[in-house]
């Protein structure tokens, strides 16, 4: 099997035999493994007889960090990444990391493994695989109509903490209505792992007396009806309309996101 200097490796979101062979194995081979919280990291280690040196790597050191672990790679020495749950990068730091990598030409690989997001989907059903993922939700209530207006038709995807759930859950009701679909899992993988698709009225009102732990949540899309654009997008390139002014004005005219137009007309 190749070998690389530098290697992302997903760790277990809830259950800690949800870690692929490969990963254990390079968590042992590399020299220093960067994690988000060693504490946490140390009891997946342990659980494994994995013995490497861990370094921290988390949001408030990872600009810092970049040279630090430039000159390890430089001297030889290989590292792996880890996020404190989940497939590093994916709401996690490592993006600094990553792209000093590539600047510097060093060889890097991902490896596949657990990941909160696609855990998530795979077990809410959905009428296509068209979703966007927006990380965490904005908190703000203009901010939060920004994004279900601009991915209406699409299915939303995003983290949420325990203690802000219920007022984001709030807020979309106001905006969006009380039978807008609401799929919401919450301990995935864990001994409470919960999973809910209804109105977000009755969602609110399961979860009434709290609601725990780690949780992701998914907005259905709230255009049902695929209205074909192609011939017009024909039509206002033959009149010489750029790609910008034909998103905007199909954007106007059908409520479809302006980026869904532009990509279509990019691509045809």
Not at 25 to 39: G, W
């Amino acid at each position: 099997m190749k070998e690389y200097q530098f290697y992302i490796v997903p760790t277990p979101i809830g259950n800690i035999q949800d870690i692929t062979f490969r990963a254990i194995d390079v968590l042992k081979s590399v020299d220093v493994i960067a994690c988000e919280d060693s504490r946490i990291t140390q009891k997946l280690l342990y659980h494994y007889d994995i013995k490497t040196k861990l370094i921290s790597y988390h949001k408030y050191n990872e600009k810092s960090r970049v040279e630090f672990f430039l000159n390890l790679l430089n001297e030889g020495k290989k590292v792996a990444l880890v996020s404190d749950a989940g497939t590093p990068m994916i709401c996690d730091p490592g993006s600094y990391l990553l792209k000093a990598l590539i600047e510097n030409k060093i060889s890097f690989t991902a490896l596949p493994g657990a990941c909160a997001v696609t855990t998530f989907l795979s077990g809410i059903p959905r009428d296509d695989e068209f979703f966007t993922f927006i990380g965490f939700m904005p908190r703000g209530e203009n901010e939060i109509k920004e994004v279900l207006t601009d991915f209406a038709n699409s299915n939303i995807v995003f983290y949420e903490s325990p203690n802000r759930i219920m007022k984001t859950l709030e807020k979309i009701k106001e905006i969006n209505g009380n039978n807008t679909m609401i799929g919401i899992s919450r301990e995935l993988s864990k001994l409470f792992e919960e999973s809910i698709v209804d109105t977000v009225e009755n969602v609110i009102d399961y979860f009434k007396d709290g609601i725990k732990g780690e949780i992701v949540c998914m907005v259905y899309k709230t255009i049902k009806d695929s209205i074909d654009v192609m011939p017009q997008i024909e039509k206002l390139k033959h009149a010489g309309y750029s790609t910008k002014d034909i998103s905007k004005i199909l954007s106007i005219l059908t409520d479809k996101p302006k980026n869904e137009i532009y990509k279509l007309v990019s691509e045809n």
